[in-house]
């Protein structure tokens, strides 16, 4: 394991413990927020769609963090907007690289009390042969207390904002090289998924996350395929064929149990919207077909869910619904009431569910050493009470 501190070499960084940022950021915008932003701004209506189309372009196109580089602005326009606006980078506070590749920052948010460092949100790369995933944030912490997940054991601080989601594409785009600048174009790129299954559930985030998912699959910046992009839910029924109408993208549900009983221990949020309920709303999901099937995801739990009458019960469930099954092995914890599923009940649970005609493909744990696998996301804050952090940032300054 490699781990990297680079959180003072990160040039747009503000420095550990200052007060957020003073300007308004661009970045995270939608087309029409942007062009709104300039209209206040005060430049012309006439030029609004044109200027906001080099600015996009800059940012998004080309990865630039100031408007120095915008050179098909005016100097002078140039000089204004930075006064106005920021389109830095989140801080990064770390970044870590597992042995098998798998890289994981530590990112650190604006503060909204001068002198007390900001929340703190991790985002994950994971390499594989022929693709490659970035596990994204969507809030600081998360509501649910989901049993088996690490991240639940940390209160909800916040949602992210639209600029904070994106940001952390920019950032990953950065540390691979992406962006045409090095070297690298649209069809050699590293970053060829997003899944939303880091810190959150994204379905109560729902605008912020929206207007992300528009940017990052702008055809005339990051250019992500909105089939390239899933969400995952834990399950919140009312929000999940809005969704579908307003985002478009693939859907993940994480089910990890076939009974209620069960699902009330592992997913608490299941005693609000049963297994019954969360079905009906994954049947009824827009544009669900065969070419787009729904993703559920289940932890392999021994002793807890991984029987074989569990897989008879799923697959007896998902009748009807174009699905496959990700069977997760359980990636431990510190203090975690759970173990994983022996390797030799896993593949017979997968076996079961693939002669059913159903994919099931096994993930491979990815990132455990440092704590970057599936379930095991905290941000190292929650370790610290508020009053210590403030005394740090105090003694630093």
């Not at 594409?169 to 899944?195: C, F, K, M, Q």
Request: proline residues 6%; charged residues 25%.
């Amino acid at each position: 394991m490699t781990t990297l501190d680079i959180a003072h070499e990160n040039r747009d960084a503000a420095p550990v413990g200052t007060a957020p940022r003073a300007k308004p950021s661009l970045v995270g915008l939608t087309r029409p927020q942007l062009m709104e932003a300039l209209k206040d701004f005060g430049l012309p209506e006439k030029h609004l769609r044109m200027r906001a189309g080099q600015i996009w372009n800059g940012i998004y196109n080309r990865g630039l963090t100031r408007f120095d580089g915008m050179t098909t602005l005016s100097k002078e326009l140039r000089e204004n907007l930075g006064q106005a606006f920021d389109i830095s980078r989140l801080e990064i506070v770390t970044e870590q690289k597992s042995v098998d590749g798998t890289r994981k920052w530590l990112l650190r948010l604006p503060s909204p009390i001068p002198g007390v460092p900001g929340p703190e949100i991790e985002t994950v790369y994971i390499p594989e042969e022929g693709r490659g995933t970035l596990c994204v944030s969507s809030q600081v912490g998360c509501t649910l207390t989901c049993t088996f997940c690490h991240t639940g054991t940390q209160k909800l601080v916040r949602n992210l904002t639209a600029g904070e989601i994106v940001g952390q594409v920019l950032i990953a785009r950065d540390a691979l090289g992406e962006w045409p600048d090095g070297g690298r174009n649209s069809e050699d790129r590293l970053i060829t998924n997003i899944v939303l299954m880091g810190m959150g559930e994204p379905l109560y985030n729902f605008d912020n996350v929206r207007d992300a998912l528009e940017v990052i699959s702008d055809g005339e910046g990051i250019s992500l395929s909105k089939r390239r992009i899933t969400l995952s839910t834990s399950g919140v029924v009312p929000m999940i064929e809005k969704a579908g109408e307003e985002i478009g993208c693939m859907l993940a549900i994480s089910l990890h149990a076939v009974n209620d009983e069960t699902r009330n221990k592992l997913v608490p949020l299941n005693k609000k919207y049963p297994i019954r309920e969360l079905l009906d709303a994954c049947r009824n999901y827009p544009g669900v077909s065969n070419a787009r099937r729904i993703t559920f995801e289940y932890v392999m739990l021994k002793g807890v869910n991984d029987g074989m009458e569990d897989a008879k019960e799923l697959v007896r469930l998902l009748k009807g619904i174009p699905a496959k099954i990700n069977l997760i092995p359980f990636n431990p914890w510190p203090g975690s009431p759970y173990e994983c599923s022996d390797w030799e009940q896993i593949e017979k649970f997968a076996d079961f569910v693939n002669r059913a005609g159903y994919a099931s493909p096994v993930r491979t744990p990815r990132g455990r050493d440092i704590m970057a696998a599936c379930g095991q996301l905290k941000s190292e804050t929650v370790k610290k009470r508020a009053s210590e952090r403030f005394r740090e940032a105090q003694t630093e300054a």
